[in-house]
């Protein structure tokens, strides 16, 4: 069964970085499209970025673009978002999520199969 594990989150004035990394077991690594989606109080969950299995091809949310990075390295089992310039209203539960079948980054970003627990980002203004 896969397993997620996210770690990385924390509290960040805004301007700040972090960069958040979900640790992947279960299944071969690499036969998985891996993304990050946020949840905060109030608001829909929502993918912020999607990464296909060899890194070819991405997806960001319109806030994020230029400012977030998605990353994965299959050596490692290990999807990154690295998060520059962040902003109070990026602030919530980034969960990693992971999905075997071959969609489009548009299908991805309404949702994904598997899904971690959740790491916690909190932006002070």
């Known amino acids: 069964q896969v397993q997620l594990q996210e770690s990385g989150g924390g509290l960040v004035q805004a301007g700040g970085s972090l960069r958040l990394s979900c640790a992947f077991s279960?299944?071969?690594?690499?036969?998985?499209?891996m993304g990050w989606f946020r949840q905060a109080p109030g608001v829909d969950r929502h993918a912020v970025a999607i990464?296909?299995?060899?890194?070819?091809?991405?997806y960001y949310a319109d806030s994020v673009k230029d400012r977030f990075t998605i990353s994965r390295d299959n050596a490692k089992s290990t999807a990154y978002l690295q998060m520059n310039n962040l902003r109070p209203e990026d602030a919530g539960v980034y969960y990693c999520t992971a999905d075997p079948v071959a969609r489009t980054m548009t299908e991805f970003s309404h949702g994904m199969d598997y899904w971690g627990k959740g790491t916690l980002v909190t932006v002070s203004a």
């Open positions: 279960g299944r071969p690594f690499s036969h998985y499209a």
């Open positions: 990464i296909n299995w060899n890194g070819g091809s991405t």
